[in-house]
């Protein structure tokens, strides 16, 4: 088990080292893509600068126009020496010629352009006929011919008819005049014309699966490159890199400086939606959002730590009806938590709950209980037994079992049978991070050793009883938190936490001083024995604390033997049968 000061050492990044950095921000270069995006950047280079088998680049980003546009704006001063190809179209002879190098209307104008929606009249060009003349609208493709453009994936997917005869033109390198469907025709015959241009297509990772699976061999031949949504936080130069793009970001939106004090709340804002410390986010729209909503509160124009903090707080009040109907219902009984006593079988879990139409996640406790029985060593979920179980969850209920029947070594089927159930859950229960805290209840129903109420668990474990990470560490913490602080703090409440999670603590002020305060406790521990001593007051085997009280599993074990030993009615099977 970590030790507790190790552990208040980590409940929030410490700043302590970068304030140079921070006061000398103003000075720092913004940072290009060249530079935040090293592996995205050789990719595109060697896309745009080497001969390629295939014109088409795949990048793995949103697709939206902050990515796109960052996208086109690397691009240029990658290819800024692209050949454009000149050309019009003179009428003559009832046909549309192509005359090569002449400067006209199907000029190009642009090396790179990107379009979030663009339709095939904007992208082909479309032929507008007034009586008898004719005029020929040029379109997207020819104002980028020689150049790159931009497209989204879904763009393209809505679209098939588009998509293929963009295909076939990029990869024929001529443009042919199409009618708008198949039971149209050309009013006069038009040449084609050569098209050079290389197309990159950018979509997060469910539009390019489709992709992957609607052209297969064009996605194995294009060239890959992805966006990477974050940059590792060890040391100050990767801190200053990541100031740097912000500044970048801030110069493109035309937004206030930063004043020393708010980096370090920015950056905690941050840490907490990658809920790593050691992980900064580069997530262009998550960073926007949050720049513009402290601009709203900027003060001598300059975002300050109060203008984050505001902003915070008035996201959190907007956002938080149903965490607040969650916790009235707890703290008027409507949902049983306790946190204080003690109970046989029944544990406070820590999780999560992902309601359809909101925005974030919101930490709730919930009472996990386990009653066990004289029966034929079955294990009951209940949750997946009404299919309100997921498979995650099924998967850590079956791992927790084989733990235990491997930890007690047993010679044959144990005579009790566990059912353990979330009280008062009606929604899908998934996700193995309350495995820990059903290890601990069914440890406690089959031991008959109460379990103190005033701790909450969260943590997965594997086959050998080894606590694992789980996620969204902070708002599960602070969910029971905030019950044990309406209810006044006894000083023993807190929670049971993986260690692997405390590189993810950040946490709420009010919660970091009631934790150095010593009214409110976190424990983190790397197997089942350490919690469940934590929470029965028990050794959970003889050479834990090397004492001469019975551990919990000499306590299963024996009441396992004494059930075994005890005499059973005759017939009992043929009444089994018969029931």
């Not at 080292?17 to 000075?27: G, R, T, V």
């Given at each position: 088990m970590i030790?507790?000061?190790?552990?208040?050492?980590?409940?929030?990044?410490?700043?302590?080292?970068?304030?140079?950095?921070?006061?000398?921000?103003?000075?720092l270069d913004n940072a290009t893509l060249a530079i935040i995006q090293p592996r995205l950047y050789n990719s595109l280079e060697r896309f745009l600068l080497t001969p390629t088998y295939s014109p088409f680049a795949v990048i793995k980003a949103l697709e939206c126009?902050?990515?796109?546009?960052?996208?086109?704006?690397?691009?240029?001063?990658?290819?800024?020496?692209?050949?454009?190809?000149?050309?019009?179209?003179?009428?003559?002879?009832?046909?549309?010629?192509?005359?090569?190098?002449?400067?006209?209307?199907?000029?190009?104008?642009?090396?790179?352009y990107f379009c979030n929606w663009i339709e095939m009249p904007q992208l082909f060009g479309s032929i507008h006929q007034h009586q008898n003349?004719?005029?020929?609208?040029?379109?997207?493709?020819?104002?980028?011919?020689?150049?790159?453009?931009?497209?989204s994936v879904g763009t393209l997917l809505a679209q098939p008819l588009m998509w293929q005869r963009l295909k076939q033109m990029v990869m024929q390198k001529r443009f042919e005049w199409l009618p708008a469907n198949d039971n149209q025709f050309l009013p006069y015959p038009i040449?084609?014309?050569?098209?050079?241009?290389?197309?990159?297509l950018v979509g997060?990772?469910?539009?390019?699966?489709?992709?992957?699976?609607?052209?297969?061999?064009?996605?194995?031949?294009?060239?890959?490159?992805?966006?990477?949504?974050?940059?590792?936080?060890?040391?100050?130069?990767?801190?200053?890199?990541?100031?740097?793009?912000?500044?970048?970001?801030?110069?493109?939106?035309?937004?206030?400086?930063?004043?020393?004090?708010?980096?370090?709340?920015?950056?905690?804002?941050?840490?907490?939606?990658?809920?790593?410390?050691?992980?900064?986010?580069?997530?262009?729209m998550w960073l926007i959002r949050c720049l513009a909503e402290a601009n709203q509160f900027q003060q001598d124009n300059q975002l300050t730590a109060k203008s984050f903090q505001t902003a915070m707080q008035q996201r959190q009040?907007?956002?938080?009806?149903?965490?607040?109907?969650?916790?009235?219902?707890?703290?008027?009984?409507?949902?049983?938590?306790?946190?204080?006593?003690?109970?046989?079988?029944?544990?406070?879990?820590?999780?999560?709950?992902?309601?359809?139409?909101?925005?974030?996640?919101?930490?709730?406790?919930?009472?996990?209980?386990?009653?066990?029985?004289?029966?034929?060593?079955?294990?009951?979920?209940?949750?997946?037994?009404?299919?309100?179980?997921?498979n995650i969850h099924a998967k850590g209920m079956m791992i927790m079992q084989a733990y235990l029947n491997y930890e007690l070594k047993l010679e044959q089927p144990q005579p009790f049978s566990a059912s353990i159930v979330f009280e008062q859950s009606y929604n899908e229960v998934d996700g193995d991070s309350a495995s820990l805290a059903e290890l601990c209840a069914l440890i406690s129903a089959l031991s008959l050793q109460p379990i103190d109420q005033q701790i909450a668990v969260t943590g997965a474990v594997d086959q050998f009883?080894?606590?694992?990470?789980?996620?969204?560490?902070?708002?599960?913490?602070?969910?029971?938190?905030?019950?044990?602080?309406?209810r006044e703090l006894t000083g023993q409440q807190g929670v049971i936490i993986p260690a692997a999670n405390i590189r993810h603590l950040c946490l709420k002020a009010d919660l970091i001083a009631a934790v150095k305060s010593g009214v409110f406790h976190i424990w983190s521990v790397e197997?089942?024995?350490?919690?469940?001593?934590?929470?029965?007051?028990?050794?959970?085997?003889?050479?834990?604390?090397?004492?001469?009280?019975?551990?919990?599993?000499?306590?299963?074990?024996?009441?396992?033997?004494?059930?075994?030993?005890?005499?059973?009615?005759?017939?009992?099977?043929?009444?089994?049968?018969l029931n």
């Open positions: 030790s507790n000061e190790l552990i208040w050492q980590n409940l929030a990044p410490d700043y302590e080292p970068y304030l140079n950095l921070f006061a000398a921000a103003d000075k126009q902050s990515y796109l546009s960052e996208l086109a704006k690397c691009i240029k001063n990658i290819n800024s020496s692209s050949v454009a190809i000149t050309g019009d179209y003179q009428q003559s002879d009832g046909r549309f010629h192509w005359q090569a190098g002449t400067k006209g209307s199907f000029t190009p104008c642009h090396s790179a003349s004719v005029h020929l609208e040029p379109g997207l493709l020819h104002k980028i011919n020689g150049g790159v453009l931009l497209l040449d084609s014309m050569p098209l050079d241009i290389k197309l990159i997060d990772h469910f539009s390019l699966e489709e992709l992957e699976t609607k052209e297969p061999e064009l996605f194995s031949q294009a060239t890959y490159g992805e966006y990477e949504f974050e940059l590792n936080f060890e040391h100050s130069g990767q801190l200053s890199l990541w100031m740097q793009f912000i500044k970048q970001i801030i110069t493109d939106c035309q937004f206030p400086a930063l004043t020393t004090d708010a980096w370090p709340t920015f950056i905690t804002q941050a840490i907490r939606y990658t809920e790593d410390k050691s992980i900064l986010p580069l997530d262009r009040w907007q956002h938080g009806y149903l965490a607040k109907r969650n916790l009235d219902d707890i703290l008027q009984k409507q949902v049983f938590i306790k946190t204080e006593g003690e109970m046989i079988g029944q544990i406070n879990g820590l999780s999560v709950m992902q309601y359809p139409g909101h925005p974030e996640l919101i930490g709730e406790p919930s009472r996990i209980t386990c009653v066990a029985h004289f029966g034929d060593g079955e294990f009951t979920d209940v949750e997946r037994k009404v299919e309100l179980g997921g009883g080894y606590v694992q990470p789980i996620g969204s560490i902070n708002q599960k913490i602070e969910s029971f938190f905030n019950v044990c602080f309406q197997h089942v024995s350490e919690a469940i001593s934590i929470l029965t007051k028990h050794a959970y085997y003889k050479q834990q604390y090397d004492t001469n009280n019975l551990h919990l599993l000499a306590l299963i074990q024996e009441r396992i033997t004494q059930a075994n030993n005890q005499e059973r009615p005759k017939f009992m099977g043929l009444l089994k049968w």
